[in-house]
C-alpha cells in the first residue's frame, strides 16, 4: 500500500560520496538529506560535475553511496540482495535520461515493456497499460515503430511512457529535454509533469533548462555536496 501523500515517500539522509583520485578522494556527495512526497516535483540544478548525476544513480540505486540512508516507501533498498533490489528497482523507480536509451532493435511497445521483464513475461494487463501510456504521450501510430524511425521529442515520449509503465515511486530524470529543441523541450516537459502529477510520483529532474526548472514545484542547486 502507499504511503499517504502527507508523509514522504522518499527519505534521503546524510548522503556522502568520494571517488578515489591519484590524490585525496573526489568528494562529491556531502551529508546530503532530502525527504520529499507523492505528487512532489524537485529541480536539481548546478554545474557539470556538481554531483547531479552521482545522485540520481544513487537515489536510483544503481550506485551506493558511502555513508548515509535511503528510504523508499518505507524500505531501505542498499539492505536488498542483487536479484531483490533489481526487481524493486524496476518496481519502484522510472528513469528518463537525455539519450532516452531505447533499444534500437526493439520497437516502441516492446520498450516500454522493458521494465516489466524483470517480472517475467509482461502480463496483459502490462501491455494494455503499455498501450494506454503510449496513447497519452501520442503515439498510439507507432507501436510497432523502431526508435530509429521517430524523431528526437518521439523517442523522449517513448521514455516517458517507460517510466511510468510499472506507476513507480520514483521518477529520475536526467536532462529529460537536453537534446530538444526549444518548442519540443516544452511540450515534452508539459507532458512529464502531466502524467507525474496523474500517478502521484514524484519526479526529480536534472536540468539546465531554465523553462523545465521553473515547471517544477520546487528547486535546489547542489552546491559542495549538499542541496541548497
Ligand atoms: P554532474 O552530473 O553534476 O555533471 P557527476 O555526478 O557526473 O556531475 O560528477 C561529479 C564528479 O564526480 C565529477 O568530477 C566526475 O568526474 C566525478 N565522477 C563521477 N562518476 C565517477 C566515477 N565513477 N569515478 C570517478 N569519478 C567520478
Ligand atoms: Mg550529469
Excluded: C, W, Y
Excluded at 505528487?39 to 552521482?54: E, F, N, Q, Y
Excluded at 542483487?82 to 528513469?95: P, T, V, Y
Excluded at 528518463?96 to 520497437?107: A, E, G, K
Aim: net charge negative.
Amino acid at each position: 500500500m502507499n504511503a499517504p501523500s502527507t508523509s514522504p515517500s522518499l527519505i534521503v539522509k546524510n548522503l556522502s560520496k568520494a571517488f578515489p583520485t591519484a590524490g585525496d578522494p573526489l568528494r562529491v556527495l556531502s551529508d546530503l538529506s532530502l525527504e520529499l512526497a507523492s505528487g512532489d516535483s524537485l529541480a536539481v540544478v548546478g554545474p557539470s560535475g556538481s554531483g547531479k548525476s552521482t545522485l540520481l544513480q544513487i537515489l536510483g540505486t544503481l550506485d551506493r553511496p558511502d555513508t548515509g540512508t535511503v528510504t523508499i516507501d518505507g524500505a531501505d533498498p542498499f539492505a536488498l540482495a542483487e536479484k531483490e533490489l533489481a526487481q524493486f528497482r524496476n518496481q519502484k523507480i522510472g528513469f528518463i535520461f537525455q539519450d532516452h536509451h531505447l533499444l534500437p532493435q526493439l520497437t516502441v511497445i516492446e520498450n516500454v515493456l522493458v521494465p516489466a521483464l524483470a517480472f517475467g513475461k509482461p502480463s496483459p494487463t502490462d501491455i494494455g497499460r503499455a498501450n494506454d501510456l503510449l496513447g497519452e504521450v501520442g503515439l498510439s501510430g507507432r507501436l510497432g515503430h523502431l526508435p530509429g524511425e521517430l524523431s528526437g521529442g518521439e523517442r523522449e515520449r517513448v521514455a516517458i511512457a517507460r517510466s511510468l509503465l510499472m506507476q513507480p515511486t520514483l521518477i529520475l530524470a536526467d536532462e529529460p529535454t537536453g537534446n530538444l529543441d526549444r518548442k519540443t523541450a516544452d511540450s515534452v516537459s508539459e507532458l512529464l509533469l502531466r502524467l507525474q502529477q496523474s500517478v502521484g510520483a514524484i519526479l526529480i529532474t536534472v536540468t539546465h533548462s531554465e523553462s523545465l526548472a521553473s515547471a517544477m514545484a520546487d528547486r535546489k542547486e547542489l552546491v559542495e555536496g549538499r542541496l541548497v
